[in-house]
Protein backbone atom coordinates (compact mmCIF):
# COMPACT_ATOMS: atom_id res chain seq x y z
CA UNK A 1 0.00 0.00 0.00
CA UNK A 2 0.89 3.44 -0.49
CA UNK A 3 0.97 5.93 1.87
CA UNK A 4 0.99 9.82 2.14
CA UNK A 5 1.60 12.03 5.20
CA UNK A 6 1.68 15.77 5.51
CA UNK A 7 1.27 16.12 9.28
CA UNK A 8 0.81 20.48 9.00
CA UNK A 9 -2.17 21.16 7.57
CA UNK A 10 -1.49 24.85 7.38
CA UNK A 11 1.60 27.09 8.16
CA UNK A 12 1.81 31.00 8.17
CA UNK A 13 4.88 32.57 8.31
CA UNK A 14 6.41 36.38 7.94
CA UNK A 15 7.65 37.15 4.93
CA UNK A 16 11.53 36.52 4.39
CA UNK A 17 11.18 33.87 7.25
CA UNK A 18 12.68 30.10 6.22
CA UNK A 19 9.52 27.37 6.37
CA UNK A 20 10.15 23.89 5.88
CA UNK A 21 7.11 21.62 4.82
CA UNK A 22 7.11 18.03 5.63
CA UNK A 23 6.48 14.77 3.78
CA UNK A 24 6.40 11.23 4.94
CA UNK A 25 5.59 8.22 2.73
CA UNK A 26 5.10 4.60 2.94
CA UNK A 27 5.52 2.16 0.03
CA UNK A 28 6.83 -1.80 -0.21
CA UNK A 29 8.25 -1.22 -3.73
CA UNK A 30 11.84 -0.86 -4.05
CA UNK A 31 11.69 1.77 -7.08
CA UNK A 32 9.25 4.75 -6.56
CA UNK A 33 9.17 8.77 -7.45
CA UNK A 34 8.27 11.08 -5.08
CA UNK A 35 7.05 14.26 -6.03
CA UNK A 36 5.52 18.13 -4.85
CA UNK A 37 3.09 20.15 -6.51
CA UNK A 38 2.28 23.79 -5.44
CA UNK A 39 -1.57 24.71 -6.18
CA UNK A 40 -1.92 28.76 -5.91
CA UNK A 41 -5.49 30.28 -5.23
CA UNK A 42 -6.07 29.94 -8.90
CA UNK A 43 -6.05 26.06 -8.55
CA UNK A 44 -3.87 24.46 -10.96
CA UNK A 45 -1.20 21.86 -10.05
CA UNK A 46 2.18 23.37 -10.59
CA UNK A 47 4.96 20.66 -10.41
CA UNK A 48 7.83 21.64 -8.65
CA UNK A 49 10.37 18.71 -8.11
CA UNK A 50 10.54 14.69 -9.17
CA UNK A 51 12.98 12.66 -6.76
CA UNK A 52 13.60 8.89 -7.71
CA UNK A 53 14.04 6.29 -4.51
CA UNK A 54 18.09 5.57 -6.24
CA UNK A 55 18.86 9.40 -5.89
CA UNK A 56 18.93 10.63 -1.95
CA UNK A 57 20.78 13.59 -3.15
CA UNK A 58 19.46 16.54 -1.55
CA UNK A 59 18.32 19.57 -4.49
CA UNK A 60 18.10 23.51 -4.19
CA UNK A 61 16.72 25.69 -6.46
CA UNK A 62 16.57 28.94 -6.08
CA UNK A 63 14.89 29.91 -3.02
CA UNK A 64 13.90 26.17 -3.01
CA UNK A 65 15.54 23.04 -1.53
CA UNK A 66 14.41 19.28 -1.08
CA UNK A 67 15.65 16.92 1.50
CA UNK A 68 15.06 13.30 0.57
CA UNK A 69 16.04 11.08 3.48
CA UNK A 70 15.41 6.94 2.64
CA UNK A 71 16.20 6.39 6.48
CA UNK A 72 13.39 7.98 7.68
CA UNK A 73 10.97 7.79 4.29
CA UNK A 74 10.53 11.51 4.27
CA UNK A 75 11.05 14.12 1.68
CA UNK A 76 10.75 17.32 2.94
CA UNK A 77 10.59 20.89 1.57
CA UNK A 78 11.91 23.96 2.32
CA UNK A 79 11.38 27.49 1.07
CA UNK A 80 14.27 30.28 2.04
CA UNK A 81 12.93 33.87 2.46
CA UNK A 82 9.35 32.99 1.81
CA UNK A 83 7.32 35.55 -0.24
CA UNK A 84 3.85 36.25 -0.40
CA UNK A 85 3.75 34.69 -3.85
CA UNK A 86 4.72 31.44 -2.26
CA UNK A 87 1.41 31.21 -0.67
CA UNK A 88 -0.23 28.38 -1.78
CA UNK A 89 -1.04 24.60 -0.79
CA UNK A 90 1.72 22.19 -1.45
CA UNK A 91 1.38 18.54 -1.89
CA UNK A 92 3.90 15.57 -1.39
CA UNK A 93 2.90 12.77 -3.65
CA UNK A 94 4.35 9.29 -4.18
CA UNK A 95 4.08 6.91 -7.23
CA UNK A 96 5.78 3.40 -7.57
CA UNK A 97 7.96 2.48 -10.75
CA UNK A 98 5.21 -0.53 -11.49
CA UNK A 99 3.11 -2.64 -13.63
CA UNK A 100 -0.45 -0.91 -13.34
CA UNK A 101 -1.28 2.52 -12.70
CA UNK A 102 1.36 4.08 -11.54
CA UNK A 103 -0.97 6.59 -10.61
CA UNK A 104 0.17 9.53 -7.85
CA UNK A 105 -0.73 9.34 -4.21
CA UNK A 106 -1.13 12.46 -2.73
CA UNK A 107 -0.83 13.77 0.71
CA UNK A 108 -3.60 16.00 1.68
CA UNK A 109 -1.80 19.49 1.47
CA UNK A 110 -0.12 22.26 3.43
CA UNK A 111 -1.71 25.01 2.84
CA UNK A 112 1.17 27.93 3.46
CA UNK A 113 0.25 31.67 4.40
CA UNK A 114 3.20 34.42 4.26
CA UNK A 115 2.29 37.40 5.95
CA UNK A 116 3.35 40.33 4.48
CA UNK B 1 1.25 22.28 -27.83
CA UNK B 2 -1.88 22.67 -25.93
CA UNK B 3 -0.81 20.13 -23.25
CA UNK B 4 -4.29 18.76 -21.14
CA UNK B 5 -7.23 20.96 -21.65
CA UNK B 6 -9.94 19.96 -19.37
CA UNK B 7 -13.54 21.56 -20.49
CA UNK B 8 -16.07 23.08 -18.81
CA UNK B 9 -13.73 25.03 -16.49
CA UNK B 10 -16.84 25.65 -14.08
CA UNK B 11 -20.29 23.88 -13.93
CA UNK B 12 -23.43 23.25 -11.95
CA UNK B 13 -26.01 20.56 -11.67
CA UNK B 14 -28.69 19.57 -10.23
CA UNK B 15 -28.86 16.12 -8.45
CA UNK B 16 -30.17 13.19 -10.95
CA UNK B 17 -28.31 15.26 -14.15
CA UNK B 18 -25.57 13.58 -15.96
CA UNK B 19 -23.13 15.07 -17.58
CA UNK B 20 -19.88 14.49 -19.20
CA UNK B 21 -16.23 15.90 -18.37
CA UNK B 22 -13.84 16.16 -21.44
CA UNK B 23 -10.20 15.62 -21.63
CA UNK B 24 -8.21 16.10 -24.16
CA UNK B 25 -3.94 15.55 -24.47
CA UNK B 26 -1.65 16.48 -27.77
CA UNK B 27 1.17 14.70 -26.54
CA UNK B 28 0.50 11.28 -27.70
CA UNK B 29 0.71 10.16 -23.66
CA UNK B 30 -0.27 6.58 -23.39
CA UNK B 31 -1.27 7.09 -19.97
CA UNK B 32 -4.40 9.13 -19.09
CA UNK B 33 -5.82 9.77 -15.26
CA UNK B 34 -9.10 11.32 -14.05
CA UNK B 35 -8.69 12.38 -9.82
CA UNK B 36 -11.08 14.25 -7.73
CA UNK B 37 -10.00 16.55 -5.27
CA UNK B 38 -12.65 17.34 -2.13
CA UNK B 39 -12.02 20.40 0.13
CA UNK B 40 -8.81 20.54 2.44
CA UNK B 41 -7.82 16.99 0.81
CA UNK B 42 -5.36 15.56 -1.62
CA UNK B 43 -6.05 14.42 -4.85
CA UNK B 44 -7.66 10.56 -5.21
CA UNK B 45 -8.02 8.49 -8.10
CA UNK B 46 -11.06 7.92 -10.12
CA UNK B 47 -10.00 6.15 -12.99
CA UNK B 48 -7.16 5.43 -15.05
CA UNK B 49 -6.11 3.91 -19.16
CA UNK B 50 -3.21 2.62 -20.38
CA UNK B 51 -4.24 3.50 -23.72
CA UNK B 52 -6.81 3.58 -25.80
CA UNK B 53 -9.72 0.95 -25.07
CA UNK B 54 -8.16 0.07 -22.05
CA UNK B 55 -9.14 1.68 -18.73
CA UNK B 56 -9.64 0.71 -15.20
CA UNK B 57 -10.81 1.79 -11.52
CA UNK B 58 -9.33 3.60 -9.06
CA UNK B 59 -9.65 4.64 -6.25
CA UNK B 60 -12.98 5.97 -6.02
CA UNK B 61 -14.65 4.98 -9.37
CA UNK B 62 -18.15 4.81 -7.69
CA UNK B 63 -20.57 7.04 -9.93
CA UNK B 64 -18.72 7.43 -13.02
CA UNK B 65 -17.44 5.74 -16.16
CA UNK B 66 -14.92 6.30 -18.82
CA UNK B 67 -14.11 5.84 -21.85
CA UNK B 68 -10.61 5.54 -24.25
CA UNK B 69 -11.51 5.47 -27.57
CA UNK B 70 -8.52 7.22 -28.75
CA UNK B 71 -5.00 8.21 -27.36
CA UNK B 72 -5.84 11.76 -27.30
CA UNK B 73 -9.60 11.86 -25.34
CA UNK B 74 -10.12 10.52 -21.85
CA UNK B 75 -13.95 11.57 -21.09
CA UNK B 76 -15.66 11.38 -17.63
CA UNK B 77 -18.91 10.23 -17.64
CA UNK B 78 -21.58 11.52 -14.21
CA UNK B 79 -24.27 9.37 -14.16
CA UNK B 80 -27.21 10.47 -12.06
CA UNK B 81 -24.98 13.55 -10.07
CA UNK B 82 -24.93 13.74 -6.23
CA UNK B 83 -24.18 16.29 -3.95
CA UNK B 84 -21.25 13.59 -2.75
CA UNK B 85 -19.59 14.75 -6.75
CA UNK B 86 -19.28 18.03 -5.63
CA UNK B 87 -15.23 18.70 -6.33
CA UNK B 88 -12.60 19.53 -7.86
CA UNK B 89 -11.83 17.08 -11.17
CA UNK B 90 -8.47 17.00 -12.37
CA UNK B 91 -7.16 15.22 -15.69
CA UNK B 92 -3.81 14.45 -16.22
CA UNK B 93 -1.81 11.85 -18.88
CA UNK B 94 1.99 11.10 -18.83
CA UNK B 95 3.76 9.16 -21.09
CA UNK B 96 4.68 5.13 -20.56
CA UNK B 97 7.87 5.64 -18.26
CA UNK B 98 7.55 7.85 -14.87
CA UNK B 99 10.64 9.72 -14.90
CA UNK B 100 9.12 11.41 -18.23
CA UNK B 101 6.36 13.11 -15.05
CA UNK B 102 2.73 14.34 -15.36
CA UNK B 103 1.16 16.84 -17.43
CA UNK B 104 -2.12 18.05 -15.61
CA UNK B 105 -5.10 19.74 -16.69
CA UNK B 106 -6.36 23.20 -14.97
CA UNK B 107 -9.05 21.41 -13.39
CA UNK B 108 -13.08 21.51 -13.64
CA UNK B 109 -14.83 22.82 -10.56
CA UNK B 110 -18.40 20.60 -10.28
CA UNK B 111 -20.55 21.88 -8.10
CA UNK B 112 -23.65 19.53 -7.82
CA UNK B 113 -27.11 20.95 -5.95
Known amino acids: AQKVTQAQTEISVVEKEDVTLDCVYETRDTTYYLFWYKQPPSGELVFLIRRNSFDEQNEISGRYSWNFQKSTSSFNFTITASQVVDSAVYFCALSPDQTGANNLFFGTGTRLTVIP | NAGVTQTPKFRILKIGQSMTLQCAQD?????MYWYRQDPGMGLKLIYYSVGAGITDKGEVPNGYNVSRSTTEDFPLRLELAAPSQTSVYFC????????????FGSGTRLTVV
Open chain 2, 92 to 103: ASRRTGIVYGYT
Open chain 2, 27 to 31: MNHNY
